[in-house]
């Protein structure tokens, strides 16, 4: 069964600054799919970026982009010029590509900016 | 815009009593699934359901069933609540095609007393 592990129950960074949260992920599959998903308070999960596993480049969106590692089953994301609005709960989550698109969840990583 | 609407925000109900979450979505999603949220524990999957009146059981199916007889809309059923399921619960949708993402309501947050 896959697994996404996430170690950082919580992170901070201060404002402007450069923060990386980590997330593993163990599977025996070679295509598939990985996704960052934020939750702010407001509860509603959005999606943040996402990387097809057989495309070396790593993903980027404004400013968040992703370092993935597929051989050691690493993928970070990494959020530049921090705002207070990127305060939330970010789950990092995998999906086999041959499974349709169920997902399976890390434990989340609580971010706090700090003004 | 994608739009999948849980019919309760905050929900309280007693132990032993049928409890009924609602999911209803927009955008004509083959795909529907229900997880629920604990702190340290991230999202566990439920149950999913790939069309109508097909369901397949997630990782923590007990306890749980769902119903699907339309298309747009995902009832998560407890047939007796318990206070071990008290949690946070939330409803998504998707289409089948490759890469899609999971589009999420805002969630139930439901205690058992």
């Known amino acids: 069964a896959q697994t996404v592990t996430q170690s950082q129950p919580e992170m901070s960074v201060q404002e402007a600054e450069t923060v990386t949260l980590s997330c593993t992920y163990d599977?025996?599959?070679?295509?598939?799919?990985l996704f960052w998903y934020k939750q702010p308070p407001s509860r509603q999960m959005i999606l943040v970026i996402r990387?097809?596993?057989?495309?070396?480049q790593n993903a980027t969106e404004n400013r968040f982009s992703v370092n993935f590692q597929k051989a050691a089953k690493s993928f970070s994301l990494k959020i530049s010029d921090s705002q207070l609005g990127d305060a939330a709960m970010y789950f990092c989550?995998?999906?086999?590509?041959?499974?349709?698109?169920?997902?399976?969840f890390g434990e989340g990583t609580q971010l706090t900016v700090n003004p | 815009d994608v739009k999948v609407t849980q019919s309760s925000r905050y929900l309280v109900k007693r132990t032993g009593e049928k409890v009924f979450l609602e999911c209803v979505q927009d955008?004509?999603?083959?795909?529907m699934f229900w997880y629920r949220q604990d702190p340290g524990l991230g999202l566990r999957l439920i149950y999913f359901?790939?069309?109508?009146?097909?369901?397949e059981k997630g990782d923590i199916p007990e306890g749980y069933s769902v119903s699907r007889e339309k298309k747009e809309r995902f009832s998560l059923i407890l047939e007796s609540a318990s206070t071990n399921q008290t949690s946070m619960y939330l409803c998504?949708?998707?289409?089948?095609?490759?890469?899609?993402?999971?589009?999420f309501g805002d969630g139930t947050r439901l205690s058992i007393l």
């Open positions: 998504a949708s998707s289409l089948t095609r490759e890469v899609q993402p999971q589009h």
């Open positions: 599977t025996s599959e070679s295509d598939y799919y």
């Open positions: 990387q097809e596993a057989y495309k070396q």
């Open positions: 989550a995998y999906r086999m590509k041959t499974s349709g698109s169920r997902l399976t």
């Open positions: 955008m004509d999603h083959e795909n």
């Open positions: 359901s790939y069309d109508v009146k097909m369901k």
